[in-house]
């Protein structure tokens, strides 16, 4: 890795979806100067998630026709071709993205953790990272969510297991379960347990479970709402809404799980599927906030601090929210064509990606109405 006094064009911190997805756009605008730092391996969110969680959106390999596949990240790449599965596992995905990795050759330099970013007055960035500093001109954040588990809700929370600390559900001991939190992460671990013959109770604020939005950012996916049909009819499933978890206590033979007005009992450590923070809290004075998410312009770049980009779940413009991956992946494109204009580099190749749908620069598009 360069040294401080050696400054890179571009860093890119994380090397999930959005950190490879923009190194490879970063690569073909010729960007000589860039490097990804990545404090596990390449995909090592994905790697992470439960053995038994698949990819909610769907693969399949359309790219020929001129539709990218929904889970891919770069052009001419498909999971469903690498895998032959219309829903890969995480493991699977994290395979993929090491392999367009290594067929882009992306320079990654993994094991090397990005501990924070400042501001230099002259312009770029120092980052300060657990093997040493280095310094940067744009700084391009891509740390993702899934390593940020909210795991302090209410009191008590400390006494649950976080979705994402579960290896595999078959590890769970036990027969009956409490899951708090009813949206895609807790109805999968829902899924998981009923087909493994668990009874199981899901206790959510709202009843996300029953909300009819349109958009799979705020209401079911098909996939789960298809997959929850099958284990609710086995009897197993208790979905209970308006119940907003208060506190979690220990009490003689296990824990209880109180609402505002009702409490439940369960012999085993309640399940908290309570979602992720965005990884965007590590640099939180680096941008203005508004109602809980960073600002940013209409190149994903901070408000607060130019040259500091945003790429992944956690970009947000008004109500569109880029949380899957057909929809970040929109905006790799926009954020290197701001850079690559500031380092005077040819924007050219970046008219493939406008043609493929990969350039998605009018956000008065986006909405989910469907005619019929
Ligand atoms: C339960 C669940 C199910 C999902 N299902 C789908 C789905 O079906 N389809 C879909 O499109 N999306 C899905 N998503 C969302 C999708 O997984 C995320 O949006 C995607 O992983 C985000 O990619 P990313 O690259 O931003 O983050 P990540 O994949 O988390 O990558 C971030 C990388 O940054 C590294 N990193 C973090 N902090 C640092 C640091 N300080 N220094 C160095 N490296 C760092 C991490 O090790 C990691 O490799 C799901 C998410 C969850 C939680």
Redesign the pocket.
Known sequence: MAKSSVPYDVVV?????????IGVVLQELGVKRFVI??????????SR?PQE?????PSFPSHGFGLLD??AVTRQTSPAIAFRRE?VNGQQYAEYLQRVASHFDLPIHTG????SVEPLLGGGFALH?DLGQLRSQFVIW???????PRTHTFPGAEHCLH??QVPSWTELKGDDFIVIGGY??GM?AAANLVTLGKTVRVLDRSSAWADPDTDPSIAL?P?TAQRLEMVYRTGRLDLVGNAAVEAVKPVPGGYAVYSEYQKWVTAHPPILCT??DT?LK?IAPLFDWSEGHAALTDNDESTLTPGLFV????VRHGDLIF??????RQRFAVVASAIATRLRLDTTPLETYRREGLFLDDLSCCDNDCVC
């Open positions: 911190v994380g090397a999930g979806a959005a950190g490879i997805g730092l990545e404090r596990h391996q390449v995909g090592a969110s994905f998630w969680m698949h990819l909610i959106t929904l889970n829903h090397i953790d990005v501990k990272t891509a740390a993702g969510e899934y390593q940020y979705n994402s895609e992460s999968d996916s996939y979602g992720f990884s590590l790429v992944g779940p956690s949380c899957f991956i057909y929809k970040f």
